[in-house]
């Protein structure tokens, strides 16, 4: 694609995303994604942005795949992350099988949901329950399911190591658990009873690894998005808002720390989208993208005062978004590791 | 030789342990959860902490442990119980003999709730920029106007409310008055705010005065010093909001470290033992900040930039403890206790004086300390 081409894209993702989805941004934290906002989204092709054409996906390159994460993102990160499950996590690992391909169509129609359960290579899982396959039938339970309302699940079973499966059909959410963030999206345990299973491959959690950190430039488009949302939240709110006379814009601490972060955004997005990133580069954008987006969001709400503590103004979901997630598509120290190991040419910070 | 004694006296730390096992019994987890997720106010809480004979106003060091002990176990359902309060200070200080012995009794018992609506709309940290506005015409004033982000409003059965009493002029600190506003006025909107980031069992109200008459007996003080009686109740609120702070962030150093003991010690990396070595630092840091604050504003001789000092460093302790307690325990923090702490904690960085407007107080009270140094007693350089 040539760049007026992706300029051209982003420019329709922000048109589609400030149409369809800024106006209920509020309402899908309360209530989740509307189906008909599912829909929309896949109409658009970004259920499907990375799977190849061929296989009834969108075949976009990964810097147009960054484009829509970033702009769904900058209005609502659930969104963004319901596109990243479907683009980073299911189609690479469901595209194992000739059977596992097939499916790919009916996720990027928004035909048939789909999740993956990754949870259990992050930090602070604890392993209470499990999906064993006897008989060629999946039964058990699966805990922290994000998007667990879907019909299509891929797992790694029971077994040291299980076998990664995809579980289609049988699958039940159960109740909806608390958590931080992406409240857009369905997070709990599921309850499986399928003899409707097809194994994608050996070694279920060393594949969920590769898929895990595949994914480094996805989850930073998602956190460049968050920053840029709430850093230009910020930014509107400190021209129109009066204090002591004057608007906030105008104090130094204001003025200075929003525009701060609009530098850091701007360095981020160039590197990021910059051509021929190594393995390493992307590591970087990932670990630096995510904490940008942490301190983003907190000084982007301490602007907007006490309403910036209210879901109305739209900046504390970012805040709680950035901080939940590191946590679920992150794995802190691991990705340290991966990042310590590039920059040192041998394991490093393993201590 | 002198002795600086960093201890709490033998009476008070028994009353921690009491305060502990209390919040520890009544707030449980699941109790925390549903408060929290539904938005409500857990009145029968309120009840069983006044009637366990926790709540003492008469010591004021045991509601600063209260508040300390019932944060670290939650802070939403915990202010609730003990916030009823909330502005009593005001009357205490600034009062006549027949309004605190209207209005004290009810509050300390716990029979009534009480709030301060000092912020609107459009006037935040620019307390002096309010607008409701107080005519006065025989024995009553008349208030109109709009206040925001009220703590126990839809609750109270009275508010302290800021209102200028003549119009704006150069000298913009004056012309405000405070006025007791009994809730059942005709002419008093009260709307709950929904939807908040943390401490989401607090009640948050809009106001809204139309007409609302009030007799002038109301008045505390003199009219056209509310400015000044308000800033004098931040410095004793904040101490407050301080404690609060700390007890978030001892809470979630609890958090963590069962965490680690429950994951097995072996498997502990040099970097989460750093990080626990500085929440360590950090809490008792601002603990020890509050305390000394504390100290001072009981003895009745509080310093205006040590207390603003322990409430911008514990709030801000507060949000850094949390992010990091959430970086460590992960999954577990996520869908548990610990990301209802980190929720929390931010309103410490904006209620009662955002950290921005406590650094100035600091470096400002500093500034008029040298001034005054500097001409003389007599030099006229007023606070």
């Known amino acids: 694609m040539s760049s007026e081409e992706y300029q051209l894209l982003r420019s329709s993702v922000r048109e589609f995303a400030q149409k369809n989805i800024e106006g209920m941004s509020a309402k899908i934290e309360r209530d989740g994604l509307r189906p008909e906002t599912i829909a929309a989204m896949a109409a658009q092709g970004f259920l499907g942005a990375m799977v190849p054409s061929e ?26 992350v319901k596109v990243l499950i479907a683009n980073s996590l299911y189609a690479p690992l469901a595209m194992a099988t000739e059977k596992g391909k097939e499916t790919l169509k009916d ?70 658990q608390t958590r931080l963030g992406f409240r857009g999206l369905r997070f709990s345990s599921v309850k499986v009873d399928s003899g409707d299973i097809e194994v994608l491959g050996q070694n279920g959690p060393g594949r969920l690894d590769e898929a895990l950190n595949g994914m480094d430039l996805g989850v930073a488009a998602i956190a460049l998005g968050i920053t840029a949302g709430a850093v230009a939240k910020a930014i509107d709110y400190s021209k129109g808002r009066t204090t002591f ?65 209210f879901g109305d103004f739209g900046v504390e979901k970012f805040y709680r978004d950035a901080m939940a997630l590191p946590l679920l598509f992150s794995r802190g120290a691991k990705d340290m590791q991966r990042l310590s190991q590039a920059v040192f040419e041998s394991k490093a910070g393993f201590m | 030789m002198a002795k600086l004694d960093f201890e709490l006296p033998e009476d008070l730390k028994k009353f921690r342990i009491k305060a502990r096992e209390f919040a520890l019994k009544e707030i449980t987890p699941e109790f925390a959860q549903k408060y929290d997720r539904e938005e409500t106010f857990p009145e029968e809480l309120r009840k069983k902490a006044y009637a366990s004979g926790l709540v003492d106003y008469s010591n004021p060091w045991s509601v600063l442990i209260l508040q300390e002990e019932f944060c ?16 009593l200070e005001t009357i205490q200080l600034f009062g006549n003999e027949e309004q605190k012995a209207k209005y004290v009794p009810m509050v300390t018992t716990g029979k009534a709730m009480m709030g301060l609506a000092v912020t609107e709309p459009s006037a935040g940290s620019d307390v002096a920029g309010i607008k409701t506005m107080a005519t006065k015409s025989g024995d009553y004033y008349t208030l109109n106007g709009a206040k925001m982000f009220i703590t126990n409003g839809q609750l109270a059965d009275f508010l302290v409310t800021l209102t200028r009493t003549s119009p704006q002029t ?42 609302v008459k009030v007799p002038t007996k109301n008045l505390i003080g003199e009219e ?116 209802r702490f980190f929720r929390d904690a931010k309103i410490m960085d904006i209620w009662e004086g955002t950290s921005e407007v406590e650094k100035l107080t600091i470096a400002r009270t500093m500034f008029r300390e040298m001034m005054k140094e500097f001409l003389g007693e007599k030099g006229g350089v007023k606070a």
């Open chain 1, 55 to 80: 296989l009834g996906g969108t075949g976009l390159d990964e810097r147009g795949y960054m484009i829509v994460l970033e702009e769904l993102a900058r209005v609502s990160p659930s969104a963004a």
């Open chain 1, 107 to 176: 996720v990027a129609s928004a035909k048939a949901n789909a999740t993956v359960v990754h949870t259990s290579l992050l930090e602070g899982y604890r392993e209470q329950t499990g999906v064993a396959v006897v008989n060629s039938r999946a039964q058990g339970v699966k805990d922290y399911v994000l998007n667990s309302d879907a019909k299509l699940i891929i797992l790694a079973a029971n077994g040291a190591p299980g076998d990664l499966i995809l579980v289609m059909g049988g699958v039940e959410p159960l109740n909806d």
């Open chain 1, 245 to 309: 006379g004057h608007p906030l814009k105008d104090y130094q601490p204001v003025a200075f720390s929003l525009s701060s972060l609009r530098a850091e955004e701007e360095m981020l997005r160039t590197f990021m989208y910059s051509e021929g990133l190594t393995g390493a580069a992307k590591a970087m954008a990932r670990v630096k993208s995510t904490q940008l987006a942490r301190d983003a969001t907190k000084q982007a709400l301490q602007v907007h005062g006490g309403y910036g503590y």
């Open chain 2, 72 to 87: 670290r176990v939650d802070a939403g359902t915990g202010i609730c119980a003990v916030s009823g309060f909330f502005g």
């Open chain 2, 170 to 211: 150069e000298k913009r600190h004056h012309g405000l008055s405070l006025l007791i506003v009994e809730t059942g006025t005709e002419g008093i909107t009260r709307n709950k705010l929904h939807e908040k980031l943390g401490v989401r069992a607090t009640n948050t109200a809009e106001i809204v005065l139309n007409d």
């Open chain 2, 224 to 339: 056209g010093k509310g400015f000044y009686y308000v800033m004098t109740f931040f410095d004793i609120s904040r101490i407050y909001t301080a404690i609060q702070a700390v007890g978030i962030a001892q809470g979630a150093l609890d958090r963590v470290l069962d965490y680690v003991f429950a994951q097995g010690m072996e498997n502990l990396k040099e970097e989460t033992v750093m990080i626990i070595g500085e929440m360590e630092m950090r809490v008792e840091a601002a603990r020890l900040l509050t305390y000394s604050a504390a100290s001072r504003l009981f003895q009745l001789n509080p310093d205006p930039k040590l207390t603003s000092s322990a409430k911008a460093f514990g709030s801000e302790t507060a949000v850094w403890v949390t992010e990091k307690a959430m970086e460590i325990t992960g999954l577990q923090g996520l869908s548990g206790d610990l990301e």
